[in-house]
């Protein structure tokens, strides 16, 4: 069954610290992994995209990392902000699906809070 | 800016009562969706729409209809919402299909309430 897990799924750190987050998945075959960011109350934006042959990829304090023989990809933040409070979810594209669209599969997220 | 608008944002109605969630993109965008999100279920395809007057079901389609008239509007429709149907509703839209590592822009979400 093709699924996507998060963990942890709730996780409290203090400003200034770092932390990893963590998407298993066993979808296969698989084209790409996408992390989305989803502060309370809003649409999820997109922070990067993992294609199969991509090791690591950054975007200012957000680093990605994948790892497709083992099926997991990672976000490491590093020296965290109060504005990084958010829920990250991870999405994995499925293609065995018929058609342009080819299924998402989503992960259930990480819920961070950042404290002062 | 570039966007996609979801109205209302925040909506409280009664069994039976036929309401419409509207939702554009000033993106040119031709690949539009709907989800649902739930506590515990995550986001969850309703619809989705590759072009104009081109929509096919998503993961949990029943008790929603759909239109795409026109490429920048796709509006959500609940014929007779039930109390299962409350959720927190997301339209999004892309270039590409999602599939095709096309990205997601999601509207800010529209609350319902079905009473």
């Known amino acids: 069954k093709n699924q996507v897990e998060q963990s942890p799924q709730s996780l409290i750190i203090l400003e200034g610290k770092n932390c990893t987050l963590q998407?298993?998945?066993?979808?296969?075959?698989?084209?790409?992994l996408r992390w989305y960011k989803q502060d309370t109350g809003r649409g999820p934006v997109s922070l990067t995209i993992?294609?199969?042959s991509e090791n690591t990829k950054s975007n200012g304090r957000y680093t990605a990392t994948l790892d497709a023989d083992t099926k997991q990809s990672s976000l490491h933040i590093t020296a965290s902000q109060l504005s990084d409070s958010a829920s990250y979810i991870c999405?994995?594209?499925?293609?065995?699906?018929?058609?342009?669209?080819?299924?998402?599969?989503w992960g259930l997220g990480t819920s961070l809070a950042v404290n002062p | 800016e570039a966007q996609v608008t979801q109205n209302p944002r925040y909506l409280i109605t009664v069994t039976g009562k036929k309401l419409t969630v509207t939702c554009s993109q000033n993106?040119?965008?031709?690949?539009m969706s709907w989800y649902r999100q739930d506590p515990g279920l995550g986001l969850r395809q309703i619809y989705y729409?590759?072009?104009?007057?081109?929509?096919d079901k998503g993961d949990v389609p029943e008790g929603y209809k759909v239109s795409r008239k026109e490429k920048r509007n796709f509006p959500l429709i609940l014929e007779s919402p039930s109390p299962n149907q409350t959720s927190l509703y997301f339209c999004?839209?892309?270039?590409?299909?999602?599939?095709?590592?096309?990205?997601?822009?999601f509207g800010e979400g529209s609350r319902l309430t079905v009473l």
């Open positions: 999004a839209s892309s270039l590409l299909a999602p599939a095709n590592t096309g990205e997601l822009f």
């Open positions: 993992m294609t199969f």
């Open positions: 999405v994995v594209t499925f293609l065995g699906g018929a058609g342009n669209n080819r299924k998402l599969i």
């Open positions: 998407c298993n998945y066993t979808v296969s075959p698989f084209s790409n």
């Open positions: 729409s590759m072009n104009v007057e081109v929509t």
């Open positions: 993106m040119n965008h031709e690949y």
